[in-house]
């Protein structure tokens, strides 16, 4: 599973905790690729992030953390920015799918006034960013399913494509909703004309009534020529 997926949901998500909590936001990816950003962050976008960095220290551990220090915090004394880090604390929290850490999002002070709204209320910060982490989460699962259903109904169509009779799906208005190849050929018809189109218009005595009878609720019927 890939944040880059959904970048926009999580630019939006980082756009919304930064103008709430008056803090700036950022997010990598499991590769260590910031996706998201605001404030100082924003033009870094795309940009990829130490691997002796903070995030990559909560994505190996996969846990929640605050540094009230920075400089002085174990995580910080590996980092290539150690000594001209302008960072005064930090949230860090990673995002995950199951037990897999797949990102990790964190709240960066850089003024004192914001380190101490960090530090006074780390706890409900820390639940505050597990709960956004999970939304973004939530929100890859969707796009994963989205996109499994899209490749299942392109399949599907290729399969009805290659079979040799009309097929001709309605709703139960009677207009035309999908169809394939063959259905085009048998009535000589284009793509744009067809859809929406009412089934009455070329297939002449067909008993709409009947055909949908027959259907037990559903809202559509397809129909086979």
Do not use: W
């Amino acid at each position: 599973m890939n944040l880059s997926k959904i970048v926009s949901s999580v630019q939006n998500i980082s756009e919304a905790i930064s103008s709430v909590l008056k803090i700036d936001v950022t997010v990598v990816d499991d590769c260590l690729n910031r996706i998201a950003g605001t404030g100082r962050y924003k033009q870094c976008i795309g940009e990829p992030v130490s691997k002796n960095s903070v995030f990559s220290f909560a994505l190996c551990k996969g846990e929640s953390f605050i540094i009230e220090n920075p400089g002085e915090h174990t995580v910080c004394l590996k980092c290539e920015a150690l000594k001209t880090c302008s960072e005064r604390a930090e949230v860090c929290c990673p995002i995950k799918v199951g037990n897999r850490a797949i990102g990790a999002i964190g709240l960066i002070a850089f003024e004192e006034e914001q380190r101490n709204a960090i530090i006074n209320d780390k706890e409900n910060l820390i639940g505050f960013l597990n709960r956004m982490a999970d939304l973004i989460s939530s929100k890859l699962l969707e796009q994963e399913n989205t996109d499994k259903i899209k490749l299942l109904v392109k399949n599907l169509e290729t399969v009805i494509d290659s079979v040799d009779k009309g097929i001709i799906s309605v709703d139960t208005e009677g207009r035309v909703s999908s169809f394939n190849k063959k259905a085009l050929e048998l009535f000589h018809i284009n793509e744009d004309e067809i859809l929406n189109m009412n089934i009455k218009a070329f297939i002449e005595n067909i008993n709409l009534n009947t055909l949908m009878g027959h259907t037990n609720g559903v809202k559509k019927q397809t129909i086979h020529l």
